[in-house]
């Protein structure tokens, strides 16, 4: 059985209050920061690309199409699917010229490889002092508790330095309560500084792991590989014997 613990209120002063605040502190910090960095270029907003608009425009059309192939007769999505991915004249189709050229001209901007730079310095260097700061000072810290009961699939996430499994999962480390601060911020960040948000770190977490870097004729030849390898399956014959299942449900209710 999970073990009840009674926290005293100096982790709340001495480590709960001060980690909280000093996480905002960075992230405001690290946002005027990254808005001084910025290359004169950037930071005055020019008009966007109408070539690049309609591109990505397809690529969310297209993606759409991927998603809900479920809920169109196969004669549909065969047509729409022919419509995107022709290799003669579909709207995700690329040329390979085309493609080199855009790749090329991506790596020889001098200006987008020092801006993607100067964003993830701005992104690495701080959180990198911030988890030491964390880990040095408050690790093994039981720091709050949830207040509703959760499954043990979630120890491994909220107690995160803390090698007891007989305490309850509600329990959140000091560790844990640092990682829920940098991702669960963003709502706060976003609220302060508006739409023009520089510290959303998923958002850049995911454009250096899978993003195109801002180039959508790669998003294309993605998107049309998506499109390409997906079977589909058309889910109308199956809704009849679906509605049967509920309604016995309801039934037995």
Not at 159 to 186: E, H, K, M, P
């Amino acid at each position: 059985m999970a073990e009840e613990l009674v926290l005293d209120t100096a982790i709340r002063d001495w480590v709960l209050v001060p980690l909280s605040v000093v996480m905002v502190l960075i992230g405001v910090l690290r946002y005027f920061v990254a808005k001084l960095m910025r290359s004169p270029s950037s930071s005055s907003s020019p008009s966007p690309d109408p070539k690049v608009v309609k591109e990505g425009q397809v690529v969310i059309r297209a993606r759409n199409l991927r998603m809900n192939a479920q809920y169109i007769p196969a004669k549909a999505f065969k047509a729409r699917k022919v419509y995107y991915t022709n290799e003669e004249n579909g709207l995700l189709h690329v040329p390979k010229e085309e493609a080199q050229k855009a790749q090329a001209a991506m790596f020889s901007d001098p200006n987008m490889a020092m801006d993607m730079m100067k964003k993830n310095l701005s992104m690495i260097v701080p959180q990198t002092l911030t988890f030491a700061w964390v880990n040095f000072f408050f690790s093994g810290f039981v720091a709050a508790k949830i207040p509703f009961p959760l499954t043990p699939r979630f120890r491994g996430m909220l107690q995160n330095g803390i090698d007891l499994s007989t305490v309850d999962v509600s329990y959140v480390s000091s560790r844990s309560w640092y990682f829920l601060n940098l991702f669960g911020l963003r709502g706060l960040f976003s609220l302060i500084f508006g739409e023009e948000n520089a510290t959303d770190d998923a958002q850049k977490m995911m454009q250096m792991g899978g993003g195109f870097g801002g180039n959508p004729t790669m998003g294309l030849a993605a998107e049309k590989d998506s499109l390409d390898i997906i079977q589909h399956d058309w889910a109308l014959p199956k809704m009849e014997h679906h509605a049967e299942e509920v309604l016995r449900k309801l039934l037995k209710k």
